[in-house]
């Protein structure tokens, strides 16, 4: 028989004898006897076997009862902090605000660079306005490149402002709306709406902290109208491939931190309103044989630099107003 049978608990015994049941008598017979040949040998004895069994069931009730307590805990964290989790790795990865979507993905994994691009190179190379012919050579050079007064003809240089954005943007239905990609940079502007909400003394900066965004033109209706402002640059090759979408970066002081454009394509940036400097670095496996330069570029200018390779940031003279369109060609 079982030593536990005999305890005096009728409830208990119920318990053990359906047990006993589950187990089948051929099983019950051969715990019976292997409990009186323990009992025989005197090594134990019957009360320490009762006490040890009582602390077993001790110990079944209260940790049984803390797992359970355990487990609805997790659960409740997992439903409670799964959504809040979500929602800030969204924010840092995902959504428009941060950085380009997964950009530290694409940091960690890029390849190794070449360091041939950066070779000798201590500043941009600067030409004057001149014609398509007279640029090829440099088309698709990986050397920075400043076009003097490449854009200076540009109605956008008179024309394209902060009011003029800003009703623009209100006046297309849905454009604010879009999903197009948003850089709020160091600002606490997470969204155009943020922007074109703010008070004229804070946009013109004459009060608050200054400000820096840059976003994508995919709405077709709001870039239809920008370009009625600015044609493509008049020195890229005629079969250079052009995107459906431009970026407008504006604002004050600290523009871009240092960062590469994981894009397809060369860029060119047409500098409209105020003075920029330009800071570029290799690849930090290049540092060895390459070295960061700074330069400086004026209202009127375009900017040609390969940010694929090219580590960029730049920043804006204390009180001047930064506005630039940036798009790509290949």
Sequence with gaps: MFLFISRPTRTLGNRMQAVRERLGPDLSDQLDALHRNVMRTGLVSTQELEEAFRKTRDMDHNPNRLNLLWLLGIVFFIMVA????????????????????????????????????????????????????????????????????????????????????????????????????????????????HVFSMSAERSNLTQGVPWFVGWSVCQPAVLAELRKLYPRP???????EMPHTDFILM????????????????MWQAQLSGN???????????????????????????????????????????????????????
């Design 82 to 193: 799964t959504p809040v989790f979500y929602e800030t790795i969204s924010f840092l990865l995902g959504v428009r605000c941060f950085l380009p979507n997964n950009y530290l993905v694409w940091e960690a994994t890029r390849p190794i660079s070449d360091c041939e691009f950066c070779k000798g190179v201590r500043a941009p190379l600067i030409l004057a306005n001149l014609t398509m012919e007279e640029f090829a050579p440099h088309a698709y050079s990986s050397m920075p490149i400043i076009v003097k007064r490449a854009v200076a003809h540009w109605p956008a240089q008179k024309n394209l402002n902060f009011a003029f954005i800003k009703e623009l943007y209100e006046r297309v239905p849905g454009a604010m709306d879009s999903d197009c990609q948003f850089m709020h940079f160091n600002s606490d502007l997470k969204s155009l709406k």
């Design 234 to 240: 008049h020195f890229l090759p005629f079969d250079a």
């Design 251 to 266: 604002g004050y002081e600290q523009g871009a931190v240092m960062h590469l454009d994981y894009i397809p394509r060369l």
């Design 276 to 330: 920029k400097s330009w800071f570029l670095a290799p690849a930090p496996e290049c540092d060895h044989q390459c070295q960061p330069f700074s330069f400086y570029v004026e209202p009127g200018d375009a900017v040609l630099v390969d940010t694929r390779i090219w580590y960029h940031a730049n920043s804006i003279p204390k009180g001047q107003f930064s506005l630039t369109v940036q798009s790509e060609y290949g």
